[in-house]
């Protein structure tokens, strides 16, 4: 009959909530067209608007991106200070234009040891969020998942001595506060493995790995993660 066939088919998941990305390759997109790595850079960027905009036209809620690892600081000088000038320079066009766009956005990492003028525009895009509306933009800048977990028990154990939180209370005192955990995590670049990003928030994160490198990503490669998370079954433990 055909109302047990449509019983016995699996549950398609619906859009994802919370959509994270490993913004990978960009040196070897580079590389493969006899350019510095830092032009590579400067393309990924280009791709992150991109990719942003495509995001919010489809409804997606949160999106969180890995620009920059606690452990990237080991790469040549003139790489890091190429990025983080981009990165000035994104922020700087969001204090411009996230209002009018309709993007919160929120910087994961430590920013204590960002410059003091990403610092200050920081402090800005954190109060244009505040009166904004409209999907919430993660940027992890200087961003590490173990750095994150330490400081929040560091936290955690300066304002609740002697006690143990629970998994509810701890993740209050991680970047990522009050924002959902990811459904899905997509992966440029070929590279299967995690590099120290959203260790704690990933649990039952849906993984996505692409071979395409992160400055030739599209549309079309998101709308393939997600249609591969919507094809999966999430069981978090349980029976289905
Ligand atoms: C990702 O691209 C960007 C950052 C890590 C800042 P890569 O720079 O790691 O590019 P590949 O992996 O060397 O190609
Ligand atoms: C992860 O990419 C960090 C970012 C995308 C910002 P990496 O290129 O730094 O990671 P590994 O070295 O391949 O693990
Ligand atoms: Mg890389």
Redesign the pocket.
Same mark, same amino acid.
């Given at each position: 009959m055909a109302q047990n066939i449509e019983a016995g088919r699996p549950q398609r998941n619906g859009l994802p909530r919370h959509i994270a990305m490993?913004?990978? +390759? /960009? +040196?070897r997109w580079a590389r493969k067209r006899g350019l510095p790595r830092t032009a590579g850079h400067a393309a990924g960027a280009e791709t992150f608007r991109r990719i942003a905009t495509y995001c919010k036209d489809i409804g997606i809620e949160y999106l969180t991106?890995?620009?920059? =690892?606690t *452990? /990237?600081w080991s790469r040549s000088k003139e790489e890091v200070g190429a990025i983080m000038g981009l990165l000035v320079k994104y922020l700087r066009e969001a204090v411009e234009s996230m209002e009018k766009d309709g993007i919160r956005l929120r910087v994961f990492g430590d920013v204590q040891g960002l410059s003091e003028e990403q610092r200050r525009l920081i402090t800005e895009t954190d109060e244009i969020s505040r009166r904004v509306t409209g999907m919430q933009v993660n940027v992890?800048i200087n961003?590490g998942g173990r750095d994150e977990i330490v400081r929040a028990a560091g936290r955690w154990a300066a304002e609740n001595p002697g006690k143990t939180p629970t998994e509810e209370e701890f993740s209050r005192y991680l970047y990522s506060a009050g924002v959902p955990d990811p459904d899905l995590i997509i %992966?440029s +670049?070929g *590279?299967k %493995?995690l =590099? /120290?990003?959203l260790l704690w928030q990933a649990a039952y994160a849906e993984l996505y790995f692409t071979d395409t490198l992160?400055p030739d990503m599209t549309g079309r490669d998101v709308e393939n993660a997600i249609e591969f998370y919507r094809g999966r079954e999430r069981r978090y433990g349980g029976v289905k």
């Open positions: 490993i913004m990978d +390759g /960009n +040196g991106v890995y620009a920059f =690892s *452990e /990237n992890c961003y %992966r +670049g *590279e %493995r =590099s /120290n990003f992160w």
